[in-house]
């Protein structure tokens, strides 16, 4: 696992063993950015599932000026936290040792975010609806940003957002299926 791009080009990372947390692979994050970039200038970028902290890092090492990085397993804080040592980013990037929901209604709820990316634990369908209609009610996504959900390839959007409020594209890689929801039409 590395940074693909930016300032942190090909820069390796960790990840924990075993199979509790399942980093984004190359060409998904590879796919992921060439659709979205170049991404906005100073952008702010939330990662409500952090993990090894690699998607945040990606963002950070191409030009992005706030980063969150959201977990609740004491494992995956202490990889994101090797990480982001190992690049001497501990300073630069926000760790938060908490759960999603939590932080969507505490920490995070009167923030804006230009990206918010979203890789839940695997087929925890429900904890990502509840996660969406949160960011969706506290209107967490600046004008102009994405929603990023890489989620497997049996999950459909249709009851949470509709296509008449939201641009959406998705992409299949593999057995993963990719969203990218943008603003309110």
């Known amino acids: 696992m590395r940074v693909i791009s930016g300032k942190f080009k090909s820069r390796k990372l960790i990840a924990p063993k075993g ?8 060409n998904i994050k590879e796919t992921i950015f060439n659709i979205i970039s170049p991404i906005t200038i ?3 970028v939330l990662d409500l599932f952090g993990g090894t902290g690699q998607i945040g890092i990606e963002f950070y090492s191409r030009g992005a000026k706030e980063v969150y990085l959201v977990d609740s397993s004491h494992e995956a804080i202490s990889v994101i936290n090797k990480n982001l040592e190992s690049l001497k980013l501990d300073d630069e990037i926000n760790v938060m040792k908490m759960d999603a929901i939590r932080a969507l209604k505490g920490p995070l709820k009167e923030k804006k975010f230009d990206y918010i990316f979203l890789d839940p634990p695997y087929k925890k369908h429900e904890l990502l609806n509840e996660v969406l209609k949160l960011i969706i009610s506290h209107d967490l996504i600046d004008e102009g940003g994405t929603i990023i959900i890489e989620e497997n390839k049996d999950y459909d959007l249709e009851e949470i957002i509709s296509t008449d409020d939201f641009d959406i594209d998705i992409r299949m890689i593999g057995d993963k299926k990719i969203f990218f929801i943008r603003g309110v039409k």
Do not use: E, M, V
């Not at 199979?19 to 190359?26: A, Q, S």
């Open 19 to 26: 199979l509790n947390t399942r980093p984004t692979l190359d």
């Open 42 to 44: 100073n952008a702010k």
